[in-house]
């Protein structure tokens, strides 16, 4: 019996049945013999106990865990560094609104190291900047005829900025949707272009 306060993700072995085909569990090598997880047993405070068997030599091995003290801190290793990805993940999430405001290029690298979409993060960006544009257009059209809208003053910017907003974002919106293709806003990839250029300077 081996009890783990964390799962180790190693199988138990799987009964034959009517109409399948027993499966051996995991083997592991422990204490230089090899042995079968037989059952994996959720503990009350979270881990797992695993009750193991020698190895019956007419099984195959398919896969051989170790279970010493160096695969235990390669485990640990592996876990830390799975933990440090999810949470860099959720905050890209959080932050996909601003991220996709990135040049494409920035994006791509977020999506390699974290695994969000680029795209998303472009559609997450532009999509509200897009409907405050067009609001604003509208607003204007609706001031030239003598009327207006009954929006928040923050939803209808002024003229040119409400242009800029809705035609920015058409293209970045028909880049990502139609093209597949992230597409950072321009004042954004200016700014980080003259930063390198500066940096690099």
């Not at 009890?3 to 993700?9: A, G, I, L, M, T």
């Not at 695969?71 to 996709?100: D, H, N, Y």
């Amino acid at each position: 019996m081996l009890v783990c306060p964390v799962s180790k993700s190693w199988t138990a072995r799987i009964a034959r049945t009517l109409t399948t085909a027993e499966h051996p569990g995991t083997a592991v090598e422990w204490d230089g013999r090899v042995w079968e997880v037989v059952d994996a047993m959720p503990e009350p405070d979270g881990g797992l106990r695993y009750r193991l068997a020698p190895w019956e030599e007419g099984h195959a091995i398919r896969r051989l865990e170790r279970y010493d003290a160096v695969a235990e801190e390669i485990r640990e290793i592996e876990r830390q560094s799975l933990r440090k990805t999810v949470s860099r993940r959720r905050l890209a999430v959080l932050l996909a609104p601003l991220a996709g405001l990135l040049p494409a290029a920035s994006q791509k690298k977020l999506e390699r190291e974290l695994g969000v979409s680029a795209v998303a993060m472009t559609v997450s960006s532009a999509a509200p900047l897009f409907v405050v544009g067009f609001l604003g257009v509208v607003e204007v059209f609706a001031s030239l005829a003598g009327a207006s809208l009954p929006l928040p003053g923050w939803l209808t910017p002024p003229a040119p900025l409400a242009v800029s907003f809705f035609l920015e974002s058409a293209f970045r919106l028909l880049s990502a949707i139609g093209s597949s293709e992230p597409m950072g806003s321009l004042p954004v990839a200016l700014a980080v272009a003259v930063r390198d250029e500066l940096r690099r300077r």
